[in-house]
């Protein structure tokens, strides 16, 4: 992770918009990100870690998350990245275990694309 995208989690975390817990749970998705190869700085996660700690913090704090209109287009969408749906399926799982927030299906169909978008914008490891 990037000093930039470090301090936009610490900016979050000070702001007091996210909970702590919600920092440092994002934080460990990133580092395990970066730690699978994804390229992973404020210009390739940014809009990610946004948006999955508000949407983190929206949950744990009562609030409603709404399902999109858009929801079956971005499904159709996400039919061609199956690894992105996967991995945000698993973020999914391990933010009901370790935070009780169970995000809905429009918010993994959102992470997916944040997802998909980061893993092409890390460039392909060189075949041996």
Do not use: W
Not at 25 to 44: D, I, K, R, S, Y
């Amino acid at each position: 992770m990037d000093d930039q995208l470090a301090l936009r989690i610490q900016l979050f975390r000070e702001g007091g918009q996210i909970k702590p817990e919600v920092a440092d749970f994002v934080t460990a998705e990133l580092a395990a990100l970066e730690a699978e190869g994804n390229t992973v700085t404020e210009a390739t996660a940014g809009m990610l870690t946004s948006h999955l700690m508000m949407a983190l913090t929206r949950l744990l704090n009562g609030e409603a998350i709404e399902q999109f209109l858009t929801d079956d287009q971005v499904a159709a969408e996400l039919a061609g990245h199956p690894e992105a749906v996967s991995r945000a399926r698993t973020v999914a799982e391990r933010a009901q275990r370790e935070l009780g927030a169970a995000l809905p299906e429009s918010e993994v169909n959102f992470l997916s694309m944040h997802l998909a978008v980061l893993a092409q914008q890390t460039p392909a490891a060189p075949s041996s």
